[in-house]
T-cell receptor
Framework: GQSLEQPSEVTAVEGAIVQINCTYQ??????LSWYQQHDGGAPTFLSY????GLEETGRFSSFLSRSDSYGYLLLQELQMKDSASYFC???????????FGSGTRLLVRP | GAVVSQHPSRVICKSGTSVKIECRSL??????MFWYRQFPKQSLMLMAT?????????EQGVEKDKFLINHASLTLSTLTVTSAHPEDSSFYIC??????????????FGSGTQLSVL
């Protein structure tokens, strides 16, 4: 079966750092992606990890450990506009499909 | 960046009617498009993979006779919800992958269609 687990909600203050974890169990694995979605909007791509380690893109960083089936998204210098839902997603190598996790709603407070 | 256009953005229909949702790739040819469904405050659930010129591949539990997918050209995929019922009310989102890329490449999403069945 397939499962991607994330915390359902996270709250943080503006300017802080927050880490959103994702553990996955899938029949095949090619890489881990992260997407951001504001209410009523479409998901937008944030990052992708195929190999172990940390990938940094501006204020956002993403980490992957394939041996632990674990990854996280790190958001630094939080801004109010970062309040959104964040989804980890796994590319299955057998079917070339992107499967989404349960999503984490991030609320950034002043 | 690549643009995926989805129409309509919102539709309200009566129970028993059919609704067609269009998904177009505006500046690239998408041989593969994906259709997702999302209930409020929940995740995106993959419904089917739409392949140009061939039948769509549906995920387990998705009724292919109810959710008709047609991918007649390299830039257009349509999802038709047939005989819609209130439980079909949801947010439907299409997405496309840049051609000739493998897994890991980002998906480009349409803006979504909010379907409300009365």
């Amino acid at each position: 079966g397939q499962s991607l687990e994330q915390p359902s909600e996270v709250t943080a203050v503006e300017g802080a750092i927050v880490q959103i974890n994702c553990t996955y169990q899938t029949s095949g694995f090619y890489g881990l992606s992260w997407y951001q979605q504001h209410d009523g909007g479409a998901p937008t791509f944030l990052s992708y990890n195929a190999l172990d380690g940390l990938e940094e893109t501006g204020r956002f960083s993403s980490f992957l450990s394939r041996s632990d089936s674990y990854g996280y998204l790190l958001l630094q210098e939080l801004q109010m506009k970062d309040s959104a839902s964040y989804f980890c997603a796994v590319w299955e190598d057998s079917s070339y499909k992107l499967i989404f996790g349960s999503g984490t709603r991030l609320l950034v407070r002043p | 960046g690549a643009v995926v256009s989805q129409h309509p953005s919102r539709v309200i229909c009566k129970s028993g009617t059919s609704v067609k949702i269009e998904c177009r790739s505006l500046d690239f040819q998408a041989t593969t498009m994906f259709w997702y469904r999302q209930f409020p405050k929940q995740s995106l659930m993959l419904m089917a993979t739409s392949n140009e010129g061939s039948k769509a591949t549906y995920e387990q539990g998705v009724e292919k006779d109810k959710f008709l997918i047609n991918h007649a050209s390299l830039t257009l995929s349509t999802l038709t919800v047939t005989s819609a019922h209130p439980e079909d009310s949801s947010f439907y989102i299409c997405s496309a992958r840049w051609p000739r890329t493998g897994p890991g490449e980002k998906l480009f999403f349409g803006s979504g269609t909010q379907l409300s069945v009365l």
